[in-house]
């Protein structure tokens, strides 16, 4: 589904240059669960914005289900994030005085939905992450954990193909960030949504498929998780037969 072709990212010009990517090639198949890893600087942060087309590449090609993102304009990278992205992040980003409704509604209110359309997808969307009743409470109302989760709900609102989440545990104690891993693997396993998260976090990683480790701006490794750890008491899912077509 996802492919980078010799991707390099470059920031800056002349003498200034910084090469973030330096030539990377990676493949990733619809449904896998991938935890992008690597030392600060290693370009893990860069690959995860081209990755979720908030970033062009310098040089290289990056095909989404075939088509050459590289090649899009602005206007049409936003459209594809909108229609096939969700994005969870660290910090949460919830609007401070909006209710857990109203932020789940968001990416349903830039795309022009009703009213009505919004309030029952962010329903079910906050149903999905085992937040309802507290559709009406505010950030401040809520633990870490449950702004996570409200940041979760926005992301899958939408029903997109791929989650990407940068260093979802981050802001999180060991217990509530446990839970937040299995609501992902049980989005990965039981939807079938595509999740690609970064994380610095070794035990938050064996929660995922594959493991992809970049170094100085190329993937160093690419490896399968023979056991990933998946929701407490039942079995992993099983890793799909083309998953394993990362290129270290």
Request: glycine fraction near 10%; charged fraction near 25%.
């Amino acid at each position: 589904m996802i492919e980078l072709r010799g991707v390099t990212k470059v920031y800056g010009e002349g003498a200034l240059a910084f090469q973030a990517l330096k030539g990377v090639d990676l493949r990733i198949a619809q449904g896998d669960f991938v935890a992008i890893m690597g030392p600060s600087g290693s370009g893990k942060s860069t690959a995860m914005n081209t990755l979720g087309c908030l970033d062009r590449p310098t040089t290289g090609e990056y095909l989404f289900k075939g088509v050459h993102v590289e090649a899009l304009s602005r206007d049409e990278r936003a459209l594809l994030r909108r229609r096939y992205f969700g994005f969870v992040f660290q910090g949460f980003n919830l609007l401070a005085r909006t209710s857990a409704q109203e932020n789940v509604e968001l990416p349903l209110l830039y795309r022009g939905e009703s009213a009505a359309t919004r309030k029952a997808a962010a329903a079910r969307a906050l149903d999905a992450v085992g937040l309802k009743g507290w559709e009406h409470h505010t950030p401040a109302e809520l633990s870490g954990g449950q702004q996570q989760r409200v940041a979760i709900a926005r992301a899958i609102v939408t029903e997109p193909v791929v989650l990407l989440a940068d260093e979802p545990t981050g802001n999180l104690d060991s217990q509530r960030s446990h839970e937040i891993m299995e609501l992902l693997w049980r989005l990965n396993a039981e939807q079938g949504i595509t999740v690609l998260m970064v994380t610095h976090e070794p035990d938050m990683a064996e929660y995922a498929r594959r493991m992809v480790r970049f170094v100085d701006g190329v993937v160093d490794s690419d490896t399968l998780n023979p056991h990933p750890v998946g929701l407490r008491g039942k079995p992993a899912p099983v890793v799909p037969a083309d998953a394993s077509q990362g290129v270290a």
